[in-house]
């Protein structure tokens, strides 16, 4: 009787409780406005080993590396400077790297990947080659082995294979991760019928090392003798599966799984790139392994937007499966343009990405975040976001911004105004920022206002042309990384000789229109 009582009045204080401890939680996760000095807020940032790319009207603000390197969020709108003041943090943090490998004999420090699908690469290759021009011979040497850039052009393109064999990882598992790439970054829809064909496909090109090209797959859709040939090897269920394609798959689905295929790798840069068997890359000996790598996803390039989405979906994807391995001592930093914009697109994607933040931070690899806003972003991922983060800058942004960063900031010891008052005026003057100028929130301090520093352009710096310091960068620091159009075509060309049937010469066309007429039933040609 006893125990009941006492259970019941402990049951009385137990929403009492509740609301006490929900009340903690939430003050642990935001940052109170603080009635602070701005000297306070600027000490507090620095703690000697920094960097300095904002300023006061009087000073510069420098900020703890420490602070600087976890996961963060840059926004604003085009032109504001989110983009500039990323690529002087990030290229300070290379410089200094580069510096401390000559010095020590030791390979590079840290690790950055820059995936653009905005167009600004080329911001970086000049700032880059600007370093290289001024740097000693020693210094020169240890940036030549440094850089990958990720690229197409008419001048070459990057062999990046979408179909690759990841260690420690299932052939099932990667295959689905691929097949998901391609699901939602393809102008087509795929029913689930034709999912299961692509993850099947995808099962059946892993285990014989071959390319996502439309000739391939037409071959082995078209060709029973030798798509039976290639399920010797197979396991038990994938083998029965094309042993018994006919059977299990309606001609109309196979004629649309083969229409998506080609539709996906119509662009022969694409079919050149990303399609072709992952040997080819291999044997080609790119520096794959290098320790700086920047993804031209953007409009420059001459992939279609689906093939740049799904590009940038697979290096992001292999990046959060690479740390799971990767070794925690060396610093690694992933920027991402526009990179809400991206995952608002790749739902998939987004859930990845956001599942492994904390992953990410016990290795010791961070993302930065770059966006124009908030808005139409799911509030529940951007929650998550804002949970991760360790600093976050805004460059004009809209009242969805503001929301964020309001409760954030430093608050005059002066100001008597309302905090409705000081809310309203905090949002116009965030939305009419000019230029440069920026509220800057680096937890567990304060939000501040601040102005990125001035950056000369390479151009003027150097007295050489923009487009000779990008054309510098490609011919001295990245010429392996890329392959002329003809001499990828070529080398695609010697794999199917030697792994595909081949018709008689001449006969390629009609016996593939044949094929596929068969397993349509619709007879032979009139």
Not at 214 to 222: H, M
Not at 242 to 250: G, H, I, S, V
Not at 355 to 365: P, V
Not at 459 to 480: A, C, Q, Y
Request: net charge neutral; glycine share 4%.
């Amino acid at each position: 009787m006893m125990t009941s009582w006492i259970k019941f009045l402990l049951g009385l204080q137990e929403p009492q409780q509740r609301a006490q401890a929900l009340a903690f939680e939430r003050s642990r996760q935001a940052t109170p406005a603080v009635r602070r000095s701005l000297d306070d807020v600027v000490r507090a940032l620095d703690n000697g080993d920094s960097v300095s790319v904002f300023e006061l009207p009087d000073r510069r603000v420098n900020i703890s590396r420490k602070l600087l390197f976890r996961h963060a969020v840059l926004l604003g709108q085009t032109g504001g400077g989110k983009t500039m003041t990323a690529m002087s943090l990030l290229i300070a943090a290379l410089d200094q790297a580069l510096d401390a490998s000559v010095l020590s004999g030791k390979p590079l420090g840290i690790e950055i990947t820059v995936i653009d699908i905005k167009d600004d690469i080329h911001r970086f290759k000049q700032r880059i080659a600007a370093i290289y021009l001024a740097a000693s011979t020693a210094k020169r040497e240890v940036m030549r082995s440094a850089f990958h850039l990720i690229q197409w052009k008419s001048s070459g393109i990057t062999l990046l294979p979408l179909l690759v064999p990841r260690p420690g990882l299932s052939i099932e598992y990667v295959a689905e991760l691929q097949a998901d790439i391609v699901v939602q970054t393809s102008p087509s829809d795929w029913s689930d019928s034709l999912r299961f064909l692509l993850f099947q496909m995808f099962r059946l090109l892993l285990h014989h090392d071959f390319g996502f090209d439309g000739p391939t797959v037409i071959v082995i859709l078209t060709d029973e003798a030798f798509r039976l040939s290639l399920t010797m090897t197979l396991p038990a269920d994938l083998a029965e599966f094309f042993t018994r394609l006919l059977q299990l798959m309606a001609p109309q689905t196979i004629a649309a799984f083969i229409r998506r295929v080609l539709i996906f790798c119509a662009y022969r840069e694409a079919a050149l790139s990303i399609c072709l068997p992952w040997t080819i890359a291999r044997d080609l000996q790119l520096p794959t392994d290098a320790p700086i790598v920047l993804a031209d996803c953007g409009s420059r390039s001459l992939l279609p937007p689906n093939v740049a989405l799904a590009v940038a979906n697979a290096l992001i994807t292999e990046l959060l499966l690479a740390a799971r391995s990767r070794d925690p001592r060396v610093l690694q930093i992933t920027y991402i343009e526009e990179a809400l914009y991206l995952l608002s697109l790749l739902p998939s994607l987004r859930q990845r990405v956001l599942d492994a933040l904390r992953l990410l931070r016990s290795s010791n690899s961070f993302v930065w975040f770059s966006a124009q806003s908030f808005d139409g972003f799911p509030r529940p991922s951007v929650a998550e976001i804002l949970n991760n983060i360790g600093w976050m800058v805004a460059f004009q942004s809209r009242s969805d911004v503001a929301e964020v960063l309001f409760p954030q900031m430093l608050v005059s010891p002066g100001d008597v105004r309302s905090k409705t008052d000081r809310k309203d005026d905090f949002a116009a003057q965030l939305a009419s920022l000019p230029p440069q100028e920026a509220v800057l929130w680096v937890k567990p301090e304060p939000a501040i206002r601040v102005r990125s520093v001035d950056v000369q352009s390479p151009s003027v710096t150097t007295g050489i042309s923009e487009k000779e310091l990008e054309d510098i960068f490609d011919r001295e620091l990245t010429p392996r990384s890329t392959v002329s159009l003809d001499r990828a075509e070529s080398l695609m060309a010697e794999w199917r000789a030697a792994h595909l049937p081949q018709a008689p010469k001449g006969k390629q066309h009609d016996t593939a229109q044949a094929s596929l007429r068969s397993l349509l039933g619709l007879g032979d040609p009139p």
